[in-house]
């Protein structure tokens, strides 16, 4: 099985403590309140103390854990997994003792570059170790801690999809349920930090695919009438997995949108003379991926949005609100799949096989 562009496959905030997690957030949605920061209340604010000398975490720039978990990395890269190029860079920041690896297209200058490219937004008190203005590579370790802030982790569903599959065995006009649709389940960590009982910031750190939702199937006849079967004149169920419940079509069968990105991924697809089997390996791989989450993140690789683009700031290429908007993200996602696999539905067969793409 090939490596995934989520380095590792189970991401790394799983692992990591309440206490671990008390850190600067984590948040697509505000690369731009450390940039606003730095101009408003300038290094001193931002970056308070260095780190107490004493303080010795698991993942310092020595350890054999840290290195081969760049080495990792940095394979990835050569392979140019999910949109990296020859130019893609990244740097090692160290959360309270854990690991995040941040990417970025443009080589980093200094420390601050590598938290604005990771979006990683410190706020008052947090500290900081090198300083922000100091050079960095790919040794680098960076280590951030910070407090008053708590971590709040929370499971969100994901809506599942209903896919109609023509089947000859079935007589016209009738159809059958293959397998009884199910939700899945987006968890997401976010840093919370309040004045009081006040909240006043709310980033999301990291959201990941606990389970996946699976499909409801519904197989539709196009065989002849006469054919013997159990329901022939009417919708009959059968359970998941049952005996003669595959599809003879060699079609991946018809999905109905569950929500209004499904919707207009839908519409811009046919519009663009795509198929419904594209829609429905489209609809497949960013449901596994993100769930639908515009803001998806993974805090160990970097992957980000619908697609989980690496980095992602990749997108770009597609559009300048890349970060937020749903449309952007798809329209790389499809530009992507033609220039990789030379299709959806060819992105999609690799999927299956190797649970990335």
Same mark, same amino acid.
């Given at each position: 099985?090939?490596?995934? &562009?989520? $380095?590792?496959?189970?991401?790394?905030?799983?692992?990591?403590?309440?206490?671990?997690?008390?850190?600067?957030?984590?948040?697509?949605?505000?690369?731009?309140?450390? #940039? *606003?920061? @730095?101009? %408003?209340?300038?290094?001193?604010? $931002?970056?308070?103390?260095?780190?107490?000398?004493?303080?010795?975490?698991?993942?310092?720039?020595?350890?054999?854990?840290?290195?081969?978990?760049?080495?990792? !990395?940095?394979?990835?890269?050569?392979?140019?997994?999910?949109?990296?190029?020859?130019?893609?860079?990244?740097?090692?920041?160290?959360?309270?003792?854990?690991?995040?690896?941040?990417?970025?297209?443009?080589?980093?200058?200094?420390?601050?570059?590598?938290? +604005?490219?990771?979006?990683?937004?410190?706020?008052?008190?947090?500290?900081?170790?090198? %300083?922000?203005?100091? *050079?960095?590579? +790919?040794?680098?370790?960076?280590?951030?801690?910070?407090?008053?802030?708590?971590?709040?982790?929370?499971?969100?569903?994901?809506?599942?999809?209903?896919?109609?599959?023509?089947?000859?065995? $079935?007589?016209?006009?009738?159809?059958?349920?293959?397998?009884?649709?199910?939700?899945? !389940?987006? +968890?997401?960590?976010?840093?919370?930090?309040?004045?009081?009982?006040? !909240?006043?910031?709310?980033?999301?750190?990291?959201?990941? !695919?606990?389970?996946?939702?699976?499909?409801?199937?519904?197989?539709? @006849?196009?065989? %002849?009438?006469?054919?013997?079967?159990?329901?022939?004149?009417?919708?009959?169920?059968?359970?998941?997995?049952?005996?003669? %419940?595959?599809?003879?079509?060699?079609? #991946?069968?018809?999905?109905?949108?569950?929500?209004?990105?499904?919707?207009?991924?839908?519409?811009?697809? #046919?519009?663009?003379?795509?198929?419904?089997?594209?829609?429905?390996?489209?609809?497949?791989?960013?449901?596994?991926?993100?769930?639908?989450?515009?803001?998806?993140?993974?805090?160990?690789?970097?992957?980000?949005?619908?697609?989980?683009?690496?980095?992602?700031?990749?997108?770009?290429? *597609?559009?300048?609100?890349? *970060?937020?908007?749903?449309?952007?993200?798809?329209?790389?996602?499809?530009?992507?799949?033609?220039?990789?696999?030379?299709?959806?539905?060819?992105?999609?067969?690799?999927?299956?096989?190797? &649970?990335?793409?």
């Amino acid at each position: 099985m090939s490596t995934s &562009h989520r $380095l590792p496959k189970q991401p790394l905030y799983r692992r990591l403590s309440a206490r671990q997690w008390k850190i600067a957030g984590v948040s697509a949605l505000t690369v731009a309140t450390i #940039l *606003a920061m @730095g101009a %408003s209340a300038g290094p001193a604010q $931002l970056h308070t103390v260095q780190l107490a000398s004493a303080t010795v975490n698991a993942y310092s720039v020595n350890d054999i854990t840290g290195a081969a978990s760049r080495d990792n !990395v940095r394979e990835a890269i050569a392979r140019h997994e999910n949109g990296a190029t020859d130019a893609t860079v990244f740097a090692t920041v160290v959360i309270d003792g854990q690991t995040k690896i941040v990417t970025s297209d443009t080589a980093f200058t200094d420390v601050k570059s590598v938290l +604005e490219a990771g979006n990683i937004t410190l706020g008052k008190g947090d500290t900081v170790s090198p %300083s922000l203005d100091s *050079a960095v590579d +790919e040794t680098t370790t960076i280590t951030i801690t910070s407090a008053n802030s708590d971590v709040v982790t929370e499971d969100s569903d994901i809506d599942f999809n209903t896919v109609t599959k023509e089947d000859a065995s $079935l007589p016209a006009g009738t159809t059958k349920v293959e397998s009884e649709g199910a939700k899945g !389940v987006m +968890e997401t960590v976010s840093l919370v930090q309040k004045s009081g009982d006040t !909240v006043t910031s709310k980033n999301t750190l990291s959201s990941y !695919v606990k389970t996946a939702p699976q499909d409801r199937v519904v197989l539709v @006849g196009t065989g %002849s009438t006469s054919s013997s079967t159990s329901g022939s004149s009417s919708s009959t169920t059968g359970t998941s997995g049952s005996t003669g %419940s595959s599809s003879t079509s060699s079609s #991946l069968g018809v999905t109905t949108p569950a929500s209004d990105m499904q919707t207009w991924a839908h519409d811009y697809l #046919l519009s663009s003379g795509y198929t419904e089997d594209d829609f429905t390996a489209l609809v497949f791989i960013i449901s596994h991926e993100s769930g639908w989450r515009v803001d998806a993140t993974n805090a160990s690789s970097g992957a980000y949005g619908l697609p989980q683009a690496l980095p992602g700031s990749k997108m770009a290429s *597609a559009g300048a609100d890349w *970060a937020t908007n749903y449309q952007t993200q798809i329209k790389w996602f499809v530009g992507y799949c033609n220039q990789r696999y030379g299709g959806i539905t060819n992105a999609y067969q690799y999927w299956q096989v190797h &649970h990335s793409y």
